[in-house]
């Protein structure tokens, strides 16, 4: 009859390369990041000005004066607008200027019609301010859907008499929202 070892025996006989467990080296672990103000989708803006002739413009050599029969209002839309509490808007940079006029954008067009720029204003045509390339500004809203009131003409700055041209112009707007 064969003799019956006690169980810790027997694993003992059975497994004898079981190593016991030891500890083992630790690694440092940290994790983080930021949390941001939501983000707005953001359409783009394209415009097409209406034609003017060249004596809408002031026929004084040394004035400036913006060309109220080239009023274009439109709007830049914000949609999707999750947790957004309102934004700073910076529409072009200093370089977008026209050189003898910062508070306006330079005339861009290949064919440039002399000593004239576009006048951009946020709100309504007739009353409103001006915005200045590379200049922020804010507004507050807490909609998912904002649209920012904007108004385009054609101005004639200091130097010489507007005659024929093309005018243009383009820049990007930066957005920061809170």
């Not at 700073?88 to 003898?100: L, N, R, S």
């Not at 409103?128 to 200049?135: A, C, F, V, Y």
Request: overall charge neutral.
């Amino acid at each position: 009859m064969a003799s019956l070892h006690p169980p810790l025996l027997l694993l003992g006989l059975v497994l004898p390369g079981i190593a016991v467990a030891q500890a083992g080296a630790t690694a440092g672990f940290a994790m983080g990041g930021q949390i941001e103000a939501g983000t707005c989708a953001v359409g783009s803006v394209s415009r097409t000005m209406p034609e003017v002739t060249a004596d809408v413009f002031s026929q004084n050599a040394a004035g400036s004066a913006g060309v109220p029969s080239s009023y274009t209002s439109f709007v830049l839309a914000l949609t999707r607008c999750a947790g957004v509490l309102g934004a700073e808007f910076v529409m072009g940079t200093p370089a977008d200027a026209e050189p003898t006029h910062s508070n306006v954008f330079r005339n861009k067009a290949a064919d440039a019609a002399p000593f004239t720029s576009i006048w951009l204003k946020v709100g309504a045509c007739t009353s409103s301010s001006t915005i200045m390339p590379g200049t922020p500004f804010s507004r507050g809203f807490s909609t998912p859907n904002y649209e920012l009131p904007l108004c385009a003409q054609y101005h004639k700055h200091r130097g010489g008499l507007v005659t024929q041209g093309g005018i243009s112009t383009d820049f990007t707007v930066t957005i920061t929202y809170r």
